[in-house]
């Protein structure tokens, strides 16, 4: 069984501070206490298509990934390791992110997608979010609502890290916001 959700949410700010706020994310200091479960993220690759506009990202994301004692006794660690992958193109205002776990995957697997793109309703002021993320664990499948509870408090602590993301995706856009002011905050 794979249990799937997605998420919306509409950041009251223009799309360049939304995507230069998503590249911040994870390596501003103010947020370790709250991305606390984020150990460690390496930029693999970056380049830039001089044709296209695109810049294609590959980062490595190491996760503290506590999950339910008895699967940590399988398992044998609580640490899983992931790549981000990103495309940005500027010219049609769109960011694409596609997060898969490496380590673990013959217990879980964890595909994670991320769209930011200009509000309908306001291009030049908003950005739209969404995220849709797919949870499946293996080798339980023959014990089916084992399973079924394993993916659900997955599930449940991806969406409780997801707010933890926005708020400080919003922390950081204030930030920038008050930063192009001239503002010190």
Not at 81 to 106: A, F, G, I, P, W
Not at 147 to 160: D, G, I, T, W, Y
Request: proline letters at 5%; hydrophobic letters at 35%; one cysteine or more.
């Amino acid at each position: 069984m794979v249990r799937a959700y997605t998420q919306e949410h509409v950041y009251r700010h223009p799309w360049e501070r939304v995507t230069s706020a998503s590249w911040r994310k994870f390596t501003d200091p103010e947020n370790k206490r709250t991305l606390s479960h984020i150990l460690e993220v390496d930029t693999l690759n970056r380049k830039l298509d001089p044709l296209t506009g695109k810049l294609y990202t590959t980062r490595a994301i190491t996760i503290h990934a506590p999950g339910p004692w008895f699967i940590r006794k399988i398992i044998g660690q609580d640490i899983c390791h992931c790549v981000e992958s990103s495309v940005v193109d500027s010219r049609s205002r769109s960011m694409q992110l596609t997060t898969r776990n490496v380590s673990l995957q013959k217990f879980i697997e964890v595909e994670e997608k991320s769209w930011y793109e200009p509000h309908p309703d306001n291009p030049e002021g908003w950005t739209a979010f969404r995220q849709e993320t797919s949870i499946r664990i293996k080798p339980l499948s023959a014990l089916a609502s084992m399973a079924e509870k394993v993916e659900q408090r997955c599930a449940e602590k991806f969406l409780q890290n997801s707010v933890k993301g926005r708020e400080v995706m919003e922390r950081i856009c204030k930030y920038l916001e008050a930063e192009s002011s001239g503002i010190s905050i």
